[in-house]
């Protein structure tokens, strides 16, 4: 046990970083899952047969969530016994995110990397540990990615079938959890093949995930008319670039992403390569600057503004760029050298996942790029042991400084997301509050002020119906998804504004942050005060 003593520490250091933020409101994409889960407590086999408005009519809960429903049962599961409570599903959802950390310890070592030190460059990322403290699928699914990577590569280690049968039922979880967990599955072939040469035992670790889904997109189809699997995958086929400059500028925010996700990239470019490789890395991003600084956009992200601020936007933007390439960088370092099996493994695991996020998903957003965190840990450690391999004292020095600075933007980050969530919540309260003794209350907007809004009797506009009467309220926040104008017929009440007391911005279309969805801006997030949240009230007069 003693070589376990390491992940100890490490598992204490992400409790003591994440149980300040537990009770963080509900945010984002966690209202449908809140809702899936409200449903299956009434009928557990119908688990998308709700209704919610999220795209400004009420549609049934199949059409609206593309994703399947395992996290919503085990949400269900916690709020049949404590409620739908933040603090309680918060620190349940701590679970994924130590088996994680205990995964990737595992994948060190199976990788023959330092496990203690590939974790904590993994987990301290704002990737990982914002979306930990949400409800959402991402942090469950990669909890089953990783496990079922650790049974596979036992598997293939010693052979034995029960480590490719737990692998394949892993994964099935995965893929029931998230359909991006499917991503796993060519590499397992991949890695399949190259070790055994033939099929064999170890393809059971491919097809049960492959039974699941299509037993899956069975139920579904006569559960509710259509697969939902082939549904989301379509959805995600529709948004995806069509033109070359589209796949320019992707790979722009898509760089900025994957840096914003590891800023721990940047602060270990002395590591990454000679004095001619890092030149040429400041050489390409100061021309990236000067480049969108010209055109002043990025994709269809017109970036608006004069002076200072448009300075430090792009400035911003251009150094988490940088810090992508780094990453980058690091990785085509390896595929410089002689391939073997676990160099070959992780440059397909990392350069897959990254063209799936810039060219094949929906939108470039955070969430995706979690699925590289165990890959990311990995190349850098290696990457890292190779350099201080002299064993130098300021080598060592400036890699674990570099680390615990690069966990430092991570917490201010994750600290950032709580204040902007609280804020839907604290709004919610106070309207309820000031508003639903006068009459009725509506509101545009949805995510976590949708969930608030709702739990204190307010009702979501509905456009393709007439329903609000002359002296109904209705509640817009200005900062939030799938917003339309109300009309001539409605008169300002007033502009409530809620602060927000952080160094960071996550989502805000003024600032260019979108660490959710990059249609909301250019960057996961941006330094510097992010600015008060503004909720809208409006009277119906006519």
Known sequence: MQEYRPLLFVLIALALVYFPFVNKAFTVDDTLFLKAAQQIMETPLDFYGGEVNWYWTTDKLHVINKNPPLVSYLIAGVASVFGFNEVALHTFFFLPLALSAMGIYMLGRQFRTNPAFTTALAIFTPVFLVHGTNVMTDSTMLMFW???LVFWRLGTESGASRWFLFSGLTVALGVLTKYTCILLLPLLIFSGVWKFQKP???LLAVAIPMIALAAFEY??????GKGLFLDAFSYAGERSPKELLDYFDNTLIGLAFLGGCFPVGLLLMPAIGGWLLRSALLVIGLAGFILVY????????QLIGEGASLTSLIFQFSILTLAGMCLVAACLKEAGRKLDHDRAFLLLW???VFVFVCYLNWT??????ILVVPAVGILLSRRLEEWEIQRSVLKRAYTRGAVVLAALVAVLVVQSDYTWANTARLAAKEIASRYVSLGKVWFQGHWGFQYYMEMLAASPVDFSKNEIQTGDYVAVPLNNSNLAQMGHQYSVVEVLHFDQWSLMATMNRERQAGF?????GISPY??????????LILRKNR
């Open 364 to 369: 470039i957003n955070a969430r995706s790029f």
């Open 146 to 148: 990783i496990w079922g």
């Open 294 to 301: 010209t055109r002043g956009m990025v994709g269809a992200h």
């Open 200 to 202: 064999g035992r170890w």
């Open 219 to 224: 139920y579904t189809h006569v559960l509710y």
């Open 350 to 352: 990392f350069f897959g």
């Open 526 to 535: 941006v330094a510097g005060y992010p600015g008060v949240e503004r909720y």
């Open 516 to 520: 959710y969805a990059s249609v909301w």
